[in-house]
């Protein structure tokens, strides 16, 4: 099993580089076969390693699939069936996380997401005028994750184990991804930014799934 885990890390990692580098080179073939595949993977990777394989991860890892492929038709229909996709991903993450906020800290946890929700909304003040009708749905998209990055962060200042440590990696890279992608689709095209959007992507996902692992573990431990 040792091994398998290993091999399907390899092949992930081995995905993520090959899409980067198949992207600046801008071989399309290519980087549509390594981008297709690379939510695919992960999933497999989480099949295999869980005891628990938690069903509202895997409809998450589903959710934001959905949301890349309509976000590569690139139409107004499919960016709003892409929008609505990707806030529901965010929506299935808080509430893998949700039980970290606790009585004690929710008043910090409220604080904390503060200034993430407010970067968001400045991002998305830039592309406005490019959203329609998903304007909402973004606005909603932002306080999720901006709510992932408060929890992410208390909790690291609580308890900087290393469970806590994947989580707040994991949503600081989201928050970056979104922010870089936004940039890219709507106001400067550059592969400097798009290559952040991979990478993040790609790192933001892998440490997430670290999370839900040792998360899992902790709850069968403590059984």
Known sequence: MKNITKILLFIYFLNLFLF??????SIEEMTEVFWFIRIPILLILYLVTSVKRNPLYIIGLALYQSASVF??????QAFIYAT?????FKLSMVLLILGLVTRENYKAVSIAFIPFFVIYLYIIEIVVSFLGDTYYIWILNAFLTSFIGGVAIINYVNNSGRK?????????????????FFINKFYIKNEGIYQMVIL????SHYTFYKFMMMHEEEKLLSR
Do not use: H, K
């Open 20 to 25: 980067s580098l198949f992207s600046l080179m």
């Open 71 to 76: 976000f590569y038709f690139d139409t107004p």
């Open 84 to 88: 609505f996709s990707s806030m529901l």
């Open 164 to 180: 806590n440590f994947w989580l707040l990696i994991s949503s600081i890279l989201f928050i970056i991804q979104i922010a870089a």
């Open 200 to 203: 993040s992507y790609g790192i």
